[in-house]
């Protein structure tokens, strides 16, 4: 028995693709493949977290934070999306890796707009969050430990996208680019 090197899923010997997730499966290979694939990237960070964890206890901050992660990576599976990492106050998300969808952008774009929604639901408008989201050319490969498994130009679009957004009011503002 192997394990893909994408989901951890277990597969028969000889398998071609992933029973699970239906990456390619690398058979009798020394290593994962990495594969160029059109994908979906979402960021979404909290607005004044650094500063809130400068003046309150940890705990106090940690609640909170923890509920807006769970609700986060909520919006992001329930759409067909895969949350990459979490990386200090903020969460960044593929969607069209490392399974193709084809309609990868539009989901993304859903669970943008459902994140806003859930953030007035859970905080009531006393925490923003920013969201970037940019579609564009990845390399998808297997995830590797405190690491993203996917690298390109959209993961650094997204990125600054979202730290360009404008906080709304009691909501997050979301920015898109489509596209080179």
Known sequence: MSVCAICGATQSEGARFCWSCGAPQQVGAAGPID???LATVLFVDLVGST??????????????????????????EHRGGRVEKYAGDAVMAV????AALEDHAERALHAALAMRERMHELFTGAVEALIGVATG????GPAREG????????VNVGARLEQAAAPGSGSATTTARIGH
């Open 51 to 76: 500063a809130r964890a400068e003046r309150e206890d940890p705990e106090r901050v940690r609640a909170p934070q923890g509920r807006f992660f769970a609700a986060m990576a909520a919006e992001i």
């Open 35 to 37: 594969e160029r694939k």
């Open 147 to 154: 690491s993203s498994f996917v690298t390109g130009d959209s």
């Open 137 to 140: 050319e990845v390399v998808s």
């Open 95 to 98: 969607f069209g890796a490392p």
